[in-house]
């Protein structure tokens, strides 16, 4: 398995804006991740935060009717998550593998290596612009 990552992706009002969510998934079918867990949280312009499946937005559903394992994205992380979100505003939260980097890790390991730590260096910071 190649490293795994929690991913909040914030949008704008409290919808989902599609063509991002299909470039975001394009990912997954190009096989350079696989999608793990998933779940939508939604801060309402008063405050509340709520979670959502997956099946409830149709440019999301049977995305995670694969998934084998316990569900790894629970309500402390809706929570936390929900904190980095302006009012009014909604976040896919993504658990994701990164398959591009399988063959990689599989090597550290067989090494007797293992991958201790990641830092996410934002696009700014290397002179791309986001």
Do not use: Y
């Not at 991913?7 to 989902?16: G, H, K, T, Y």
């Not at 149709?58 to 994205?73: D, M, P, Q, S, Y």
């Amino acid at each position: 398995m190649g490293p795994v990552e929690f991913i909040v992706l914030a949008f704008p009002e409290e919808q989902l804006r599609v063509p991002a969510v299909e470039a975001v998934m394009g990912l997954r079918k190009a096989g350079v991740v696989r999608l793990i867990d998933g779940l939508v949280a939604t801060r309402t312009a008063s405050g509340e935060v709520m979670a959502s499946e997956f099946d409830e937005f149709v440019e999301l559903a049977g995305l995670l009717a694969h998934r084998e394992a316990t569900r790894l994205i629970g309500p402390e992380d809706v929570r936390e998550a929900a904190k980095l979100l302006e009012l009014g505003s909604c976040a896919l939260l993504l658990v994701v593998e990164h398959v591009w980097a399988e063959d990689a890790a599989v090597a550290v390991r067989a090494a007797g290596g293992r991958i201790v730590g990641s830092v996410r260096i934002p696009a700014e910071r290397v002179g791309v612009v986001a």
